[in-house]
């Protein structure tokens, strides 16, 4: 058959096919064994060092847990320090474990923030499609949120240290009461996860975040002790899991325990877990 066709009296020839051969089939189909699936664990750290890929490109997501929580430190320790105390050096051996915990909670809303960007512009649609562990991309999402906590509670350790902190509890019990911090964070995470499937935009979720997280910490025994307080809100107080929190906390760090509190910080963390997480899962399959 020939390979020329003629056009008003021109010749021109017609374009070839390329047709491989089964050896060259044979090797760009790398006809070897199927990797394996990663497990939940492996796939979720890779979701985790996504999260920290994403600081290191865009550096200025640190500003929550480094300037907000040095602003934080310096703003109640000096305006509330002479009125609630002696001084302020006084007044920050009682508030630096309350506005660690304050500023580590309240950065925990940009989980479901970040999460809503990601739904919004299409990806966690790619993710869904891939042959991993379902919820591994929440879960590796908090898992690099972890490293944000942790970050925000040794910057404001750092602060409190250089104004004049002295916990009595030593490196042990700083370590202690930041792991109690990490584990109820992490916890709470997933109710932001929550919002950030349930809610339209990003600015929703920060609106209904703030009105949830605002009467948490600032009704609790952050900046003074419930002794003080009527009584009708003590009753609020001393159900309010960051209360809890904070009371565990601040035990380790002065080197005493708190035992109560601690029970019902655990609680409330598996709670958060059981119930926002299977919420989140159910919602998450279903978009």
Known sequence: MSDTTTTAGT???????????????????????????PSALGASLTFGWRALLKIKHVPEQLFD????????????????????????????????????????????????????TDIEKGIFDRFRTLPVWRPAALVGMIFGDVLRYILAALVILGVGLALGFRPAGGVAGVAAGIGLLVVFSFAFSWVWTFFGLILRSEKSVMGVSMMVLFP??????????????PGWLQAFVKVNPVTQLVAAVRAVMSGDSNPSATMWLLVWSAGFVVIFGTLTMHRYNRR
């Open 11 to 37: 010749t021109e020839r017609a374009p070839s096919v390329y047709v491989p051969s089964a050896d060259a089939l044979a090797t760009v189909l790398a006809p070897g064994a199927r990797p394996d699936r």
């Open 65 to 116: 847990v480094t300037a907000f929580p040095i602003i934080m430190v310096l703003m109640f320790t000096y305006l509330f320090g002479g009125a609630l105390a002696d001084s302020p050096r006084d007044y920050l051996q009682f508030f630096l474990p309350g506005i660690m915990v304050t500023s580590v909670v309240m950065i925990t809303m940009y989980t479901g923030v970040g999460l809503n």
């Open 216 to 229: 948490l910490t600032f009704l609790s025994n952050v900046f003074v002790e419930p002794s003080t307080m």
